[in-house]
């Protein structure tokens, strides 16, 4: 396209998301329009992609990190062919494909979910590195973001990372346009006060009239030929560009045009240009696949192993049979144990500091290309990311988290690096799995198990060594649970899970000794939970205790009772968990001061059965 008909396919972008917000009665069309000019150059001039192939390995990947001026992505979309017209006027209706913020879930040309602001730029990193070093694709990542998202921490945290892995494959384009939600942006249309920012981490900056197509298409340029750092594009731009009555002008964000018709008019009417997308140029790299079954680290009955140890060599093992998993960490490989797979496959080893939402983000990205991404960090520390994982989900995102030092079981360290949150965490994210293992072999089968489901991942581990229970060769279905101790004489049943489970079971045997006969439940999936087992262990005992290494919001004792929540009857349910906050103390005392070792389970099952006794 010459420049006219640049000039001209920015105004039908423009037109598009206004007929688009206003068939809606909701929208974001301002945000859409100061952004139409750089869409428009983007795609129509630079952008490599094959709309009907959307997995085609050479396509450029573009993120639309404003996620609310969907609008725009959407009228791009009817640019290029992949929509029409009627479809466009669908935007926000019940059952479009077209939604407020879009989702891969239901456009396959979407790489990730947006609309939580900051996220992006950090999915887009992830993108650029799996082009580097994983697909050694020449494909490039262009990622658009507004200027209020700019206040977002993980923008930085991506911005510094970027530049750290020379990713000049990447550019970050953000739309300036000085107005946020509810009034001017903290540095307004100073592009020097942005430059000044990306440049102090190490960015190649350009800045440039967003509303000048020949300016941004040079902008593009500059960009396409920087070597070993990635490009800010600072465009300066207008919200609510080429209309008068709302151009740049505050109190309008997230509103369609109060006068449809004639800012349409304004605009110069309906156009229907159409954009020749250029198609990649090379097929690039899919991912490795399988090369069959792994050869799965295995311990002997009565060995003590961490099963933070066992994760780090399960997911090694796993790591040779699969070429496409990749494992990422927040600095704290040593203590996690992901070190052992940088040890022998550095290729597909990501060290991002500490910084959990980018390694979040970065997992995200990878997924999006292909790969099986395991990233690993304290089970604490996974909290600061809890936004990254729930937009993950939102994108039907296949990533697995592993969250190490759970509970006040680490001992002295104190509070702050225990996990007692995260149980919680996981199992209200849409669509996850939730496991938590208690000895090395199961550790070890559930990392490999992990590789093949659907959704967010979640993986608990223990800092301290534990008993194997388990022989190497049992199996643990998702979903499942582990009756390791039964009989007909059974008057009521622990359910334990992790660390506790050892503690049920010398609690189980000291009640066996004082004729109480008890059952044990190893209830190492979370979410999914076995609630056949459940239910017959309440039928045949009628009376419950759970026992949590966990506060007791949302933990293993929510996932019990959540089993009899459709009508079944309820047994007697006793939930023991840290409701205290914890100190410094040795993990034998942690536990002790929680009331969950075996001494205080045995005493919560004799006043369990006592009570149930006299009633």
Not at 109 to 136: F, M, N, Y
Not at 140 to 154: F, I, P, Q, T
Not at 313 to 341: I, M, N, Q
Not at 391 to 403: D, E, H, P, Q, R
Request: glycine content about 12%.
């Amino acid at each position: 396209m010459n420049t006219g008909e640049l000039v001209e396919l920015g105004q039908q972008l423009r037109v598009d998301s206004v007929r688009a917000a206003a068939a809606a009665g909701s929208g974001h069309p301002t945000s859409s329009m100061s952004a139409a000019d750089l869409t428009a150059v983007l795609f129509a001039r630079h952008l490599r992609y094959d709309f009907e192939r959307p997995d085609h390995p050479g396509n450029d990947r573009f993120v639309l990190s404003k996620g609310h001026a969907s609008p725009l992505m959407y009228a791009v979309y009817k640019a290029t062919g992949a929509i029409d017209d009627e479809e466009l006027l669908t935007f926000r209706k019940n059952g479009s494909r077209l939604e407020g913020h879009p989702t891969p879930r239901r456009l396959p040309w979407i790489e990730t979910a947006t609309g939580s602001l900051g996220q992006g730029l950090p999915v887009g990193v992830g993108i650029a590195l799996a082009g580097k070093r994983l697909d050694h694709a020449d494909y490039r990542v262009w990622v658009l973001c507004g200027d209020s998202e700019l206040a977002e921490g993980s923008i930085w945290e991506a911005a510094e990372h970027a530049a750290y892995e020379h990713l000049d494959n990447l550019t970050l384009i953000v739309d300036v346009n000085r107005l946020g939600q509810r009034g001017p942006t903290r540095h307004g249309h100073d592009l020097d006060a942005y430059a000044r920012r990306f440049q102090a981490f190490g960015w190649h900056t350009v800045e440039t009239d967003g509303h000048d197509v020949d300016a941004v298409d040079r902008a593009y340029g500059e960009a396409l030929s920087t070597r070993g750092q990635p490009t800010a594009i600072l465009a300066r731009t207008l919200k609510g560009k080429g209309v008068e009555a709302v151009q740049d002008r505050e109190g309008l964000h997230g509103k369609p045009l109060p006068e449809a018709e004639e800012a349409i008019a304004e605009l110069g009417g309906p156009r229907d240009l159409r954009i020749r997308v250029e198609a990649p140029s090379a097929d690039g790299t899919p991912p490795a696949g399988h090369t069959g079954r792994p050869d799965l680290p295995r311990w002997d009955k009565g060995e003590e192993v961490a099963t933070r140890n066992a994760f780090g060599e399960a997911l090694t093992a796993l790591g040779t049979a699969r070429g496409d998993v990749v494992a990422l960490d927040g600095e704290v490989g040593d203590s996690t144990r992901a070190e052992a797979f940088a040890k022998e496959h550095p290729e597909r080893y990501f060290e991002c500091y500490i910084a959990e939402q980018q390694m979040v983000a970065a997992a995200v990205g990878m997924a999006a290309r292909g790969w099986t991404p395991y990233a690993a960090t304290f089970a604490a520390f996974l909290t600061r990311a809890h936004d990254f994982i729930r937009m993950a989900s939102v994108s039907g995102s296949g990533i697995n988290l592993v969250g190490s030092h759970a509970g006040v079981a680490i001992g002295q360290d104190g509070p702050s690096q225990m996990g007692l949150e995260d149980l919680a965490m996981m199992r209200a994210v849409h669509g996850s799995t939730v496991l938590y293992p208690c000895d090395a072999n199961q550790t070890a089968r559930l990392v490999a198990a992990m590789a093949d489901l659907d959704g967010i991942r979640y993986l608990r581990t223990s800092r301290g060594a534990g008993p194997v229970i388990y022989g190497p060769d049992e199996e643990f279905p998702v979903g499942g649970s582990k009756v390791l101790r039964s009989s007909g004489r059974d008057r009521l049943t622990l359910v334990a899970a992790g660390v506790t489970v050892p503690e049920a079971l010398a609690a189980a045997q000291a009640l066996e000794g004082e004729g109480i006969a008890v059952r044990v439940i190893d209830l190492y999936s979370v979410k999914p939970v076995d609630r056949e087992t459940l239910r017959t262990a309440a039928e045949e005992t009628g009376c419950l205790v759970t026992v949590e290494d966990h506060h007791p919001e949302g933990g293993l004792g929510d996932a019990v009772a959540e089993a009899f929540a459709d009508g079944s009857p309820v047994p007697r349910l006793v939930r023991l968990a840290v409701r205290d906050m914890p100190g410094s103390a040795s993990p034998e005392e942690q536990l002790r001061a929680a009331g969950i070792d075996a001494e205080s389970i045995a005493a919560a099952g004799r006043l369990l059965v006592g009570e149930a006794i006299v009633s």
